[in-house]
DNA sequence: AATATATGCAAAG
DNA sequence: TTTGCCTATATTT
């Protein structure tokens, strides 16, 4: 459910949190328990995400840290592990932290009503305070996990639980690269290429729709991205790759980039441009469906106003009035204006 | 209590 | 192209 502007978030926040602490790593599941095992008491050194993947690199305790993950060469590097974790379409990281733990939000995945503040729970001040490398600067005691929690991490002043993720794994350096060997370039990354994905898209007789949502082709693009970008280029999402211009198609990646970037800052997908979001309360009749991400602070952009066309069927376009349309394409759907987008 | 739904992916047919 | 999987929440029976 994450689109990759969730995943460079939690990135982010992994590093705030726990950058160069040892970590007790542990799954109170019981489904990860060996992963955790090999994890347990190493220390986070990186964490980056490439599309919708995210990767913490765990070196053995006492290596230096190296959060930025870049000194790639340098010894240490080989015996830096990885956890792999991918949302799928139900994932969640949710995190607690003590009172000078840095800010977080509290969950970031799947759309999740908040439960409240911080799940922080007042010390028990008896023994059993899991004790960590770098102590708490006031006792903290983690809140227990709430439902099936596939790992917790557990650094000084924070613990970050995930639940229902499609994969989590430990893997190494080379596994870790033969991942991203088969991932196309990301737009919110720094190193994101366009020039691969103009040119995939260009020599396919694949939809375009279906293109931007193939990881292969483009790292991170969900079925909003997918929808609003095709929206906001005016482009039918039903044409073949090949006959779209690849100035069109190069125009879509910076928008990407544009939108993707901004997501991951404010941890909510705004794709409106501010003349066509409505004044008033859009007349949209709330048909019971999360219409956003949820994740980090809301944003100034009500929720109902956040999007051109996704799961905007049946409603007039923003732009010309005609009703958006709605298909399953590939076991997913697609929503797109049929008036607008040629 | 059972069912429907979700911003995903990959293996099987 | 279809199926299976991972999970929490809202809606319906």
Not at 240 to 268: K, N, Y
């Amino acid at each position: 459910m994450p689109e990759g502007h969730t995943v460079h978030r939690l990135a982010r926040t992994f590093s705030s949190l726990f950058a160069g602490q040892t970590l007790r790593v542990s799954s109170p599941q019981g489904r990860f328990a060996d992963g955790a095992g090999v994890l347990d008491g190493r220390r986070l050194v990186a964490s980056e995400a490439w599309g919708k993947q995210l990767f913490l690199g765990f070196a053995s305790d006492g290596a230096p840290a190296d959060v930025s993950g870049a000194a790639s060469g340098s010894a240490g590097t080989a015996d830096v592990l990885w956890l792999r974790t991918h949302l799928g379409l139900y994932g969640a990281w949710t995190f607690a932290g003590a009172p000078d733990a840095p800010e977080v939000a509290h969950a970031i995945g799947a759309p999740r009503r908040r439960i409240g503040e911080r799940d922080s729970v007042p010390a028990p001040s008896g023994p059993d305070v899991v004790p960590t490398a770098a102590a708490p600067s006031d006792a903290w005691a983690a809140p227990e996990p709430r439902g099936q929690v596939r790992v917790r991490l557990l650094g000084a002043h924070a613990v970050a639980d995930l639940t229902g993720p499609t994969a989590c794994e430990v893997i190494t350096a080379d596994e870790k690269k033969a991942v991203e060997t088969r991932l196309g370039p990301d737009p919110i990354r720094d190193d994101g290429d366009p020039d691969p994905f103009v040119a995939a898209v260009g020599r396919s007789r694949v939809t375009i729709g279906q293109q931007l949502m193939d990881q292969a082709v483009v790292a991170g693009v969900g079925n909003i991205y997918r929808a609003e970008a095709l929206f906001r280029a005016g482009v039918d999402p039903l044409r073949a790759g090949r006959d779209v211009p690849a100035a069109t198609v190069r125009a879509i990646w910076d928008d990407l980039v544009v939108l993707m970037r901004d997501g991951a800052d404010h941890g909510a997908i705004v794709t409106t441009r501010p003349e066509d979001r409505g004044a008033g309360p859009v007349l949209a009749p709330d048909r019971g469906r999360t219409r956003q991400n949820t994740d980090g602070s809301p944003g100034a952009v009500p929720s109902d106003q956040a999007f051109y066309v996704y799961h905007r069927d049946g409603l007039p376009c923003r732009v010309c009035g005609s009703p958006v349309l709605v298909k399953e394409l590939a076991g997913r759907n697609l929503f797109w204006c049929g008036v607008c987008q040629t």
